[in-house]
Each structure stands twice: as structure tokens, then as C-alpha cells.
């Protein structure tokens, strides 16, 4: 264990940390290991610690890891940062500065450390990598070139649980405490130095909500705490809707700001900490850059308002826009997120459809979300193999969402199809009538790419490239087939896709130890950040884009960053604690 220094101050102040998402835990862990007291407060109650990282599908980013190896899948560092480079395509001069460095030391730690470290907490993978963000069709252009999603057994609380026990421990060693309902409105600034040396901030009133629920914002008390230092790890500005559309880029997303969205995350990832911050003097870069999916559904059975859940699909359906038009090349399912995005914006519309059918459905649909996947969440493996492998109807939450969700129309032949999708256009404000004829012409066309075993068509020849990698092959995307083949692919389906607010990809300037950057380049000196509200890691590591499972990545990253650049701050020696702080 990495040693204090000998003149790391008797009772000392704590280390303030403002929210208990996966960030905060990372960094109260590695502050913890070192005895140094930390405080952490969240505006939540104790059944939200973790945050978002607890609902998530708990998708990692790793390079060249042991399971690649197990899979005949040859990645490289080199490789790797090109793909992350390509897919960021930083172009601002000043604000990209500390994102370049972050983006370099990211992909660095994910080859060299991130496997390990996680694994030392105990924390396991699925034998099989996930293909995620497949692409834009470029060898120099955005998307992964092999497999990186490293799915967690156990999911997202799988990730919150093995930073949280060890916290919790230090809690009741009295190393770490634990304040909830303790909401920061501002940070205590030194008057002489400027230094960053507390907080003050609102008491809510109790409040037992479950996990994920919308709670009370009624105040009961006030609160002060000064503190050694301040670390803010508070989320980004998907669960407000206001902040996402005032950050919206219309000059990059036009023609206007989409009116539509379902809702990626609970209520209380509110963005309210990124305008304190600043309000303090810390540097807020790169705010037009987030990352908002397109295959989102409402949640049949939602937890926090305007739930919705995300679509992970492969790349089998048949993409149409609110018009009936085909997607253009490329801009196929399990690809290119903001590209997909900025095509759907560009119609005017906030939705799209799938045509896709039963098979489809069942092989390729994943939903995002711990809650929706109780076979691995639960860590079943006979779940796994009966609701993923041999299933013919998909995972049970699947099949729930076919049943009983809003966005979708089951039917045994395309008229009736189509007559179904018009029926739920008719409830749109600004929907458009779909003509059957056209939409017949499209299937048809689509399908007349598979009476051969080679096609001219590109998503034809994706989803044929894509089933060489045989865990793919195996478990997730369906044998090539026409979808007016019935006997083959069972009754017809077609899913409205929503835009879902997510991920906040800009935020909080930050130094590679995550310490917060004022504007004129200077280090915030007591203030740090990390996570989302640091655009997870310098005010923006993924640049325009995400290459998926760098968002848990990142926050153990940053979290980590800021707990051992903490320590080294006040004194403590950290040499053996980090490899990567060398490169640092």
C-alpha cells in the first residue's frame, strides 16, 4: 500500500467529495486506502449510491485484453488510438488541449492497467466481447475496429458494488462519511487565495424513495463544511431537458433543436453542479458536445419520468426515417451514433422506424440497463444461454417490451404493418403518413440483396462481415434473411425509435491529475472534478465521439486520477499506488 508522508497533517480536514456516483466512489476509494478522512455528500438518498453507473449495462473499454486474446481478436495500442482519434476528431485549438492528453492517457490506462485494476477489485467479464459503435464505414473514420465492450458480469451494480464495499468499510472505520440529502449551491473560495476550501449547501428533507425515483427538493436546513480539498464528480445534463436543448448544436445538428426525447437517466442528473463550478471560477469547455442515442424507447414500465431505454441493436433491421426513406449507407444499426443523429435532425423529425421481425428481435435487441438484463445482472449463466442463445423470442424484458411498450407494432403481413405504424403517426404531433406501397418497395429491395450469399447492398454486406466473428455468429445477429419470409423470421415487427438524452461529453477543464482549469490556463487551486461533469476526464476525452464502454471507463479513470492527485497534493506518496502516474 502506497506509504503517507511523514508530514501529511495530524487531524486533518476532509476531502470533500460532491456526489456519490461511480467517479466519487473510485476516488474515495483510492483516498481511503491512504487513511486520508473524506466526506461524501449527495443530494440523493443512500439507495442511489453509484448513480447512473448502477443502471448501466456495465460496458468496459479495454485494449488488447485477455479476453480479446481468447477470442483471436488482435487489437493493439496503436490501433486503438488511432480509432479513438478518428472517432474524437478534436478540432479546437485551446479546448481540445487537456482532452488530447486525456484521450491518450485514457486509451494507455485501457491497455496497459484497466483489466487489472478492475479485476483486483473483483470484478469479472463475460468470455465474449461486444461489438459497439461498429462504425462509419472508413478504416480512417469513427467506430471500433474489433470488439472492446467488455460486458461485466453483474452489470452496472456489479461496477457500483466493488468500489462501494470497500468505501462503506472505510465508513465504518471512520475514514470515509457518508452525508445524503446534502445538496452543494456553492463552493467556499479561500478570500486571500482563492483556493477552493469547502462548500456550502441545502439539507433536503428525508426522503425513502427507491432507487432511481424522483425525490423531493423541499429544504429543511442549511449547511457549511470546509474541507482540505473539493472534488466535484456530480454527473452531467441528461436527465434535464432544458440543458440539453439550450446546449444543443444547431449549427453542427440543425435545422432545430429535436422537441422529443425520452429520458437516459434519473432526475437528479440535473447539471446544476457544471454552473455552480463555474460560478466559482472553473473553465466549462466544449458544452455543444454530448452524446444522445437514436434508438430509444419508452419505458412500459417507468422509474423516473419520461423513462426511456436504449436499443443496443446489431445491424439486421431495416432503417427508415419519419418519411419511409432508407437511412443512407453507413448510418446502420450498431454504428454511427452521432452520425445517425445528425441525419435524423436533418429531417426535421425526432423519431424513426425499424421493419425487423421475431428472429431479429430476439437475436439482436439488447436493451441498456441493469434492470432489463436479469440473466447477467443476476449472473445466470443458464438465464444467459436459455434467454440469448437458445431462445427464439429474445430475453424475457425483450419480450415484455414487444408486448406492452408504445413504440411497437406486431402484424402478420407488411399492409397490416404499415396500417399500424400510420396508427401511431396519427398520435404524433407532426407525424407523417407512411404509404404502404412505398414502404413495400424499400422491403422488397432490401430483400432482394439476399437471394444470393453475396450482395452489392452495404448493410447486407455488414451483417455478413459481422457473423465472421463467431461469438457474434453464435448469440447476436440473426442468420441473413428476408423479412417477408415469414416462415423463417416469424410475424413482422416495426419499433418507433425515440432520441434518448444520455451522456454529457464536455464539462469541467481538467489537468491529467483533475484538478479544475480556469480560463486563463491556471490551475483551480483546492478544486478538482471528474467523471461525466469533467466530460469524464479533462472537459471532453471523447472528443465528438464515443467509442462505448468508456463512460464507466472513464469515470474509474478520472476518479482515480483525482483521488491520487489529491493525495499527492496533500503530501502523501503515491509512487507505488499508480504505474500510469509516471506517464502522467
Known sequence: MPKRHPSAGKAQKPVIIVGAGL???VAAFELSRLRIPVLLLDQENANNVGGQAFWSLGGIFC?????????GIKDSRELAMKDWFNSAQFDREKEDY?????????????????????KARGLGFLVNVGWAERGDGRADGHGNTVPRFHLTW????EVVRVFAEPVKKAAKKGTVEFRHRHRVDEIILDELTGRAVGVKGSILEEDNSPRGVKSSRTVVDQFEIHGAAVLVTSGGIGGNVDKVKAAWPVDRLGPKVPQNFVIGVPHHVDGRMIDITESAGANIINRDRMWHYTEGLANWNPIWPGHGIRVLPAPSSLWLDANGKRLPNHLFPGCDTLGTLKYICSTGHDYTWFITDQ???AREFALSGSEQNPDVTGKSVWG???QRVLSKKGTVPVQNFVKHGVDFVVKDNLEDLVEGMNQLVAKIPGGVPLDYQKIKD????????????FSKDAQTMLINSARTYWPDKRSRIAPPHKLLDKKKSGPLIAVRMNLLTRKTLGGIETNLKSQVMKADGSVFN?????????????????GYNSLEGTFLGGCIFSGRAAGLGIAEELGYDISKASNVRARL
Not at 424499400?442 to 450469399?453: G, H, I
Open 63 to 71: 485494449v488488447d485484453s485477455s479476453y480479446q486474446r481468447r477470442m
Open 442 to 453: 424499400v422491403v422488397e429491395t432490401r430483400d432482394s440483396q439476399f437471394d444470393n450469399p
Open 98 to 118: 487537456w482532452p488530447r492528453k486525456w484521450a491518450e492517457a485514457f486509451v494507455n490506462f485501457a491497455t496497459d492497467e484497466m483489466e487489472d485494476y478492475v
Open 359 to 361: 428472429a431479429i428481435v
Open 154 to 157: 453483474g452489470t452496472g451494480p
Open 23 to 25: 467517479a466519487g466512489l
Open 384 to 386: 444467459v444461454l436459455t
Open 526 to 542: 483546492g478544486l478538482y472534478a471528474a467523471g461525466e461533469v469533467a466530460g469524464f476526464g479533462g472537459g471532453g476525452v471523447h
